[in-house]
């Protein structure tokens, strides 16, 4: 009788422990997808406030890049000069949108694949990794395929 109690309390503590494991808090999908949209998104595709990426960029983000058969890494601080030397030519606006195909957190850890559309054809897909901070989410590395 005590190994059948003690075989049924440890079943129970595997799968509670199991669910706490892999248990989601439901906010974190929500503030990841603002994270995304008010410090990426919003400043790059709407011209938007440049400074609002190093609220959202963790200061050590990188930004890898294969393009044209060259692959190579790029900074947050680099990334965000290249977009202001493309502003600074003055090209004509363009109409952007944009869908989450992909948020998937556990933990500390989440990805997203999101879709970028430029006027109303795909030009990229995006895949961004994040780590939660004490101050919150941080996206740390990116990495894009181009259309």
């Known amino acids: 009788m005590k190994n059948n ?6 079943y129970f503590l595997c799968t509670v422990g199991c669910t706490f494991c892999n248990a989601q808090d439901p906010d974190d999908k929500s503030l ?12 790059l595709y709407l011209n938007g406030n440049l400074d609002k990426i190093k609220e959202g960029f963790h200061k050590e983000f990188t ?4 393009y044209k058969g060259e692959f190579y890494a790029t900074s947050r601080a680099k990334w965000i000069e290249n977009i202001k ?14 869908q989450f195909k992909i948020i998937d957190h556990e933990g500390q850890t989440a990805v997203v694949k999101l879709c970028i559309n430029e006027e109303g054809n795909l ?4 895949y961004l990794t994040l780590y ?3 101050d919150g989410w941080k996206v740390i590395t990116k990495q894009f395929s181009m259309f």
Do not use: G
């Open 5 to 10: 109690n003690l075989v049924v309390f440890l």
């Open 32 to 43: 990841i997808e603002t994270i995304i949209t008010e410090c990426y998104l919003e400043p």
């Open 132 to 134: 939660k901070f004490q």
């Open 123 to 126: 030009k990229y897909i995006d």
């Open 85 to 98: 030397a493309t502003r600074s030519r003055n090209l004509p606006q363009k109409n952007y949108s944009w």
């Open 63 to 66: 930004m890898y890049v294969l």
